[in-house]
């Protein structure tokens, strides 16, 4: 695929460099002809100087064949219009914006147009570290309404299923983070010293969920 980065700061020169790792062929495109250097010398993508909305700059990026366009300039305003003329006018399918304004992002995201809310993100990421009771979302819908969260359990469920979890809480096991990696739950898997338990699950259920992984399962019947 070929997939088309507006902006050569840390996130899009990362990136760049590994959706190249991956096979997929990259142009980036920055208004500072200097920033090109974060990308190295092994990167082999074309390098184009220019405004990331411009229509001319992105057809000399390859818009027009890319298969995905990310907008991860330092403007949300840059980023969001580029998005957009990317999807709307060159019809672009996978199309992603950085905003560092969370409430613009939810509004964007109504609107269809994914968005990484990075301030948001990472906050959301040291409340998790600070804070390890209760849950804090990793991803919702745009309307809120459905969410991906980490959940904490009692020390009582180790050693249990998460069927069991399941069962008592109402909510979906979508994957449990063991030893820094994502696993997919199976019919028999129990929670072993460590897991990350991650949750899908209605924002009206949170406080039941979070109470019934909070509260040790019950001997009998375990």
Excluded at 52 to 74: K, N, P, Y
Excluded at 116 to 126: E, G, I, N, P, S
């Amino acid at each position: 695929m070929h997939i088309v980065i507006m902006g050569c700061g840390r996130v899009g020169s990362a990136l760049a460099r590994a959706l190249e790792k991956q096979g997929h062929s990259v142009a980036v495109v920055d208004q500072d002809p200097t920033s090109f250097r974060r990308l190295g010398a092994g990167f082999n993508g074309r390098r184009v100087t220019g405004v990331g909305f411009d229509q001319d700059t992105l057809r000399e990026a390859g818009i027009e064949e890319a298969g995905a366009f990310a907008a991860v300039s330092s403007g949300d305003n840059s980023n969001i219009i580029a998005a957009r003329v990317a999807r709307e006018n060159f019809g672009v399918e996978n199309v992603a914006a950085r905003i560092y304004d969370p409430r613009r992002a939810e509004v964007y995201q109504r609107l269809g147009i994914p968005t990484v809310a990075t301030v948001r993100w990472t906050a959301d990421q040291m409340l998790r570290r600070l804070l390890p009771s209760g849950a804090e979302p990793l991803w919702q819908d745009p309307s809120g309404a459905v969410q991906l969260a980490e959940v904490a359990y009692a020390p009582g469920w180790v050693g249990q299923r998460l069927s069991d979890l399941e069962a008592v809480s109402g909510a979906r096991v979508a994957f449990v983070t063991r030893l820094g990696e994502g696993v997919l739950p199976t019919p028999t898997m129990v929670v072993q010293e460590g897991d990350l338990v991650h949750v899908m699950l209605r924002r009206a259920d949170l406080t039941a969920v979070e109470a019934a992984f909070a509260q040790s399962p019950e001997k009998e019947g375990h």
